[in-house]
């Protein structure tokens, strides 16, 4: 089986942010994605490349970018079309948030996207399927040469704890708090296809993997693959979609400015004649679930022997490796928005801030929908004293 990959000209972006439709009054998600799809024919008929489109549920809308050169360039594009679903949202009594998982609806409550491909999947996972009301953000990330898809992707598995903690954002489930840092994580990495990838060998395996998994039934495309990383060949891309629902543009940037970094440090390796480092399986798996648990504050495994090192600290390192080369794409300044997590906490670490210190779930709804709208983190003091 060939799989061709449509090869990008440099390191080019593409963004998928996974936006909740909730409720002004009650702070409850509302399934109502067709009727606000509908009210933006521009943005949500265009083509094959709509930037806003239905997701599996009836609770989100998905916005995307289209080509992008720099984070920059994606954070505008996001920019415009988010003011454009807002405006449509408000006149539905609908406001909007992101965070990986929505603290106090009820999954049950979720209505399928009026789409065949969806109604299919839930008829084969059942169960598996219909919980997963959950969000994320995908990043695209351009490079140059088929070839080089499998290495990369190897050696991005190393961060797949990087990625995930930065962003965990997803504790709570059903009005319930879970005691993890990414609910998300396990809730969508169940499905049987989905979770850490395979680690290949090169593209020819990955050719013959799929087609074993297709000829087998497991699969009926190549886009039924929902690995944490994968290549996408169509677009020309390495896909990164570890991260939980990011409830900040200034984190969506982060996010973005890390992806196309460290893609780009893994191309201009290859080009020079390195190997890339691939990270065994176990340690994969093992990694992931402790970022999972812990986020920022697990302590993960740096080398195939069992050595560990705190994940802050990794990730500070990580991020003053990276800024030369941030610096030469122009995302220097998004990737500094990693340091500030550090400091001020992840979305996962803001919310359970407010739920000790009195706050209810409400509150922690009501500060997502202030994060986005305003693009800044907030504090428990502002959301309770805004509700008095």
Known sequence: ?????????????????????????????????????????????????????????ESMVEVVTGICDTVGEAKADLSGTLTALRGAAAERGIT?????????????????????????????????????????????????????????????????????????????????????????????????TAGPPHLLDDWAAFEDYMDTLMRSGTIRSIKDVWWDIRPHPDFGTIEIRMFDGIPTMREVGMAAALCQSLVTLFEQQLDRGYTLPRPAAWVVRDNKWRATRYGLDAIVITDDSGSTAPLRDDLYELVRELEPVADRLGCAEELKVAGEVLEHGAPYERQRAIRAGGGTLEHIVDAAITELAEDRFVTLGEVVHAGT
């Open 96 to 192: 909007l948030a992101c965070t990986g998982t929505h603290p106090i609806s009820d999954w049950r409550d979720a209505v399928t996207a009026p789409m065949g491909r969806y109604a299919q999947l839930v008829e084969e996972m059942q169960w598996l399927a219909r919980r997963i009301q959950t969000f994320g953000v995908h990043v695209h990330v351009g490079i140059s040469d088929g070839a080089k898809a499998i290495p990369i992707v190897n050696a991005l598995s190393s961060y797949l704890p990087h990625f995930l903690a930065l962003t965990a954002s997803s504790p709570f489930w059903s009005a319930g708090d879970t005691g993890l840092a990414s609910c998300r994580a396990i809730v969508f990495g169940q499905m049987p």
């Open 1 to 57: 089986m060939a799989i061709d990959f449509n090869a990008s000209n440099g390191a080019t972006l593409g963004v998928e942010w996974e936006i909740q439709l909730i409720d002004a009054e009650t702070r409850h998600l509302r399934q109502d994605a067709r009727e606000v799809l509908a009210a933006l024919p521009a943005l949500s008929l265009d083509g094959d490349n709509p930037r806003v489109r239905h997701e599996l549920m």
